[in-house]
T-cell receptor, first 115, second 111 residues
């Protein structure tokens, strides 16, 4: 298995632009998580899905952030409009189920820079 | 709300030394605790998982202990090697909530 695949690896954009981050979870995994990592705040959970349904989005910082999971093999995290303070590494992770977080696999992340 | 703290934030040791990384959490009613490794520019890789009923787990040169009542865990690395240089993160799961992570300890092992 190729693992969790995220794209793009790096994204540089200007303030006000729309940014879309993509994630393909491991085949057969039913739970998907979006995290954001910064030096100041560490790794923060933004939102997670179970069986394509959003379970908890309380970590989404503002309405500018939205996430979708249209099917079991694809998820997007969108920021519109982007701001410099959104600059961070965004990670996607998947696990076979919510209960099996001991089997949590991370993608390599998307490094986002908003100028 | 569960909070996870890791001390120190950074650590530099000579090759061959044994070392201990510390993790503390505020809510002792945890379901399990995990230690992860993160290499620069990469995602996280799970190293050890300790269930709340366990006191320790071992994998090779790594040993993780858990003292739930005091809200503490340690990761012991024996005979450190330059390849151990990475950031080590501690994460806890409380009930049905997803993992809450510490900010990590950045380890440098000097040859």
């Amino acid at each position: 298995d190729a693992g969790v695949i995220q794209s793009p690896r790096h994204e540089v954009t200007e303030m006000g632009q729309e940014v879309t981050l993509r994630c393909k979870p491991i085949s057969g995994h039913n739970s998907l998580f979006w995290y954001r990592q910064t030096m100041m705040r560490g790794l923060e959970l933004l939102i997670y899905f179970n069986n394509n349904v959003p379970i908890d989005d309380s970590g989404m910082p503002e309405d500018r952030f939205s996430a979708k999971m249209p099917n079991a093999s694809f998820s997007t995290l969108k920021i519109q409009p982007s701001e410099p303070r959104d600059s961070a590494v965004y990670f996607c992770a998947s696990s076979p189920s919510i209960a099996e977080v001991g089997k949590l696999f991370f993608g390599s992340g998307t490094q986002l820079s908003v100028l | 709300k569960q909070e996870v703290t890791q001390i120190p934030a950074a650590l530099s040791v000579p090759e061959g030394e044994n070392l201990v990384l510390n993790c503390s959490f505020t809510d002792s009613a945890i379901y399990n605790l995990q230690w992860f490794r993160q290499d620069p520019g990469k995602g996280l890789t799970s190293l050890l998982l300790i269930q709340s009923s366990q006191r320790e787990q071992t994998s090779g040169r790594l040993n993780a202990s858990l003292d739930k009542s005091s809200g503490r865990s340690t990761l012991y690395i024996a005979a450190s090697q330059p390849g151990d240089s990475a950031t080590y993160l501690c994460a806890v799961r409380t009930g049905n909530t997803p993992l809450v992570f510490g900010k990590g300890t950045r380890l440098s092992v000097i040859a």
